[in-house]
């Protein structure tokens, strides 16, 4: 569920993306906090223009935390009524974020630890500074020079951030690596930072590769989180499922279906539908729910509807194109390459069992179905995989811009994410 803004906020944030050079998103929301992504050639002064117009306004009270985000601390803002708002500051080109740097050290340092015969023990510090002794240019987990140079750049800013809690992931991923290897002997582990091994495709979505004696490979895909978290699984929109299935010219007429609300709006003429998907027509929209913001999103809540409906249909559509994207967008199976999911607590690493379900489930599976949630979320639409059993894959589609880009102004093309197996 969104959080439910005022107006002003609303407009205040999409008239300083307007004036300026940068980018805003909403990045994750629920009905007591909303994240949003700021994107600017100049992060500092993107963050004090931001925090200026927060307190001018009286939006709440604003202060500053590093977070796993970005390298420069974020802005919270807390609101009168409970509602915590968080601006983190990316840049817009070049630059090294916090979260690659986070990442970085669970993917790599496992690597070059295996290579190198360092035990998982020790003090987080400990087993940094033998990795940092350990570390070379010539170890073969590096695929370039390039990706060595990023490796050690990497190495030598690591205790910035979460150091104590991604070091305590890498030794939890080193153990597991060293549990496979007591079952299967590995003679290499790849860093597929920048480049994948030979004969990977270059979209594969492991961070390292486990090579065995054999010859064979592994692909790892690393996920970081808490005991109990469900991390995502898949993020994107909906014009690229319906480039995957091949209907770009299905996905363009969808507005034929939307375009009926639209018109419902004072000001809107059909010589607009020109404007369709362009910033003109979504800054009417925008007007419109500046002064009607329950007639908005209630026009909003059907097209949202119909996108949705238009998505089920699409899967349920061609079941030989619904099980290759299944496979290779929601499982990651590609080219060959087996991939598996490795989920590192501060605790252990193991590996996902819902991804092992999905790929069974694929692997036997005789009927797609997709159809609207059974929940009352108005977001939420489901993929059954059948073969006389079932496995339930929980998706949902909604808006994930902020201001004039928005709901109605986002027009047809709205995020989907895959949650999890049931």
Known sequence: MLVK????????????????NMDLTVKSSSSKMKKYHIKSP???????????????????RVSRKLLSDSSMEATLCMMKDGTKLTFVYKPTRGGMSQTTLNSSITELFPCIAFLTGIKPQGTTKDFYNKVLNNNSPSLSCYLDSKDAQAGQEFIDKAETGKFNEKVQNAMNILKWIRAVNKMHPISNVYWGYRKKPKGVMKNHPGDIFLEFSNGNLLGVSLKAGGEKTNEPKLNTYVRPIYEHFGKLNEYEKIKDKLWP???????????DKS?????????????????????????????????????????????????EWIKNQVANQQQGIPVVVVKATLSTARRDKSNNILNEALAAVSSIQAAVSSTKSKQAF???????????????TRTNKVGASHKLGQFSNLAVKFNKVQ
């Open 5 to 20: 803004e005022t107006p002003s906020l609303d407009s205040i944030l999409s008239e300083f993306e307007n004036s300026k």
């Open 42 to 60: 100049d992060r500092e002064s993107t963050r004090s223009e931001v925090e200026n117009i927060l307190s001018s306004n009286k939006i709440g």
């Open 261 to 271: 609300q639209y018109m419902k709006i004072p000001g809107i003429t059909k010589a």
């Open 275 to 323: 404007s369709w998907g362009t910033r003109v027509l979504a800054l009417k929209t925008y007007e419109y729910e500046k002064t009607n913001q329950q007639e908005y999103n209630e026009l909003y809540d059907q097209n949202l509807a119909i996108i949705k409906q238009e998505l089920i249909n699409l899967i349920n559509s061609d079941f030989k194109k619904a099980k």
């Open 382 to 396: 489901n993929i059954f995989l059948a073969d006389g059993s079932q496995v339930q894959l929980d998706f949902t």
